[in-house]
């Protein structure tokens, strides 16, 4: 079965200042990864995902993401910063659909910006 | 394409009473649908697939007298919360699959209180 940690709980930024977002995940064969963002109360909104191919991932609102294989990691990065930016932000592992397409979640990383 | 809905976005409920919760993919079919729950300030835990035409398979520890799934379309999942309890009270999401990678797509989430 697959595992995701994600070893920071809260995260924060100034504006404009660059973020790293760790991910590191435990997965048997190559994995499919995702990155999701979820402000208070509401759904889930996909960043990016990686599937094959390409390992520098490109998603919505200027974020990016590395998987790097030998380090079991994925994680999301963002140049700068912006207010909106503030929200819960979970790694996801997805085994493959022969082995039963199911999706594990990290606990999450709540990113504060200050201005 | 690929629009998940979920209705009711939100319900509350008093306790002893059951709630049901559908999930539906709004512009393709799925004969999987998956069912998770997240706790307040918690990740998002799967709590089981939902197969159309057979039973649905539950994760370990989720009660499946409790939590009634049924599938009873390629675009229509439910899920049911029998017998609702205050420990009940979450938010719900669904998924439903699709493409060549089995990608899984969000509904918006039901929130459940249990009074």
Redesign the interface.
Same mark, same amino acid.
Not at chain 2, 42 to 46: D, K
Not at chain 2, 101 to 104: A, D, I, K
């Given at each position: 079965a697959q595992s995701v940690t994600q070893p920071d709980i809260h995260i924060t930024v100034s504006e404009g200042a660059s973020l790293e977002l760790r991910c590191n995940y435990s997965y048997g064969a190559t994995p499919?990864l995702f990155w999701y963002v979820q402000s208070p109360?509401?759904?889930?909104q996909?960043l990016l995902?990686y599937?094959s191919g390409d390992t520098l991932v490109q998603g919505i609102k200027g974020f990016e993401a590395e998987f790097k294989r030998s380090q079991s990691s994925f994680n999301l990065r963002k140049p700068s910063v912006h207010w909106s930016d503030a929200a819960e932000y979970?790694c996801a592992v997805?085994a493959r659909?022969e082995y039963?397409?199911?999706?594990?979640?990290?606990?999450?990383t709540i990113l504060r910006v200050k201005s | 394409g690929a629009v998940v809905s979920q209705h009711p976005s939100w319900v509350i409920c008093k306790s002893g009473t059951s709630v049901k919760i559908e999930c539906r993919s709004l512009d393709f079919q799925a004969t999987?649908m998956?069912w998770y729950r997240q706790f307040p300030k918690? !990740?998002?835990?799967?709590m089981a697939?939902s197969n159309e035409g057979s039973k649905a398979t539950y994760e370990q520890g989720v009660e499946k007298d409790k939590f009634l799934i049924n599938h009873a379309s390629l675009t229509l999942s439910t899920l049911t919360v029998t017998s609702a309890h205050p420990e009940d009270s979450s938010f719900y999401?669904c !998924?439903a699959?699709r493409g060549s990678?089995?990608?899984?797509f969000?509904?918006?989430?039901t929130?459940l209180t249990v009074l």
């Open positions: 499919y109360g509401q759904g889930l996909l995902k599937f979970f997805g659909p039963g397409n199911k999706l594990v979640f990290g606990a999450g | 999987t998956f918690q !990740s998002l835990m799967l697939t999401i !998924s699959p990678y089995n990608e899984q969000f509904g918006p989430g929130r």
